[in-house]
């Protein structure tokens, strides 16, 4: 199957920066979209944003402007940069990567998830 492992949360002041990375391991022959989302306990998991396999990007309208999304194809990871963040920013934070499987020579598509890694903005 296929792993996603997130990295780069943590705890950081109002105004500042971090970076998350999610790396892709698996049998995986080709990764389509990759992105992020981010979930509140208690509310529904919201994109972030993705990054098509194309170059394409889609960002909510609460981030455009502080928040990057990129990826580095040949390592099948990709990347969040959060600048300017605010206390409202504060959520787990999930990768996600629509694969193609290869499995016994035989193709399939596959939606993964990571675990997560929680971003705390707080002074």
């Known amino acids: 199957q296929v792993q996603l492992v997130e990295s780069g949360g943590g705890l950081v002041q109002p105004g500042g920066s971090l970076r998350l990375s999610c790396v892709a391991s698996?049998?995986?022959?080709?990764?389509?979209?990759m992105g992020w989302y981010r979930q509140v306990p208690g509310n529904v998991r919201e994109l972030v944003a993705t990054?098509?396999?194309?170059?394409?990007?889609n960002y909510a309208d609460s981030v455009k402007g502080r928040f990057t999304v990129s990826r580095d194809n040949a390592k099948k990871t990709a990347y969040l940069q959060m600048n300017s963040l605010k206390p409202e920013n504060t959520a787990v934070y999930y990768c996600?990567?629509?694969?193609?499987?290869?499995?016994?020579?035989?193709?399939?598509?596959?939606?993964?998830w990571g675990k997560g890694t929680q971003v705390t903005v707080s002074s």
């Open positions: 996600h990567a629509d694969c193609v499987l290869v499995t016994n020579g035989r193709f399939s598509r596959y939606n993964a």
């Open positions: 698996g049998s995986i022959f080709s990764i389509d979209a």
């Open positions: 990054l098509s396999k194309g170059g394409s990007t």
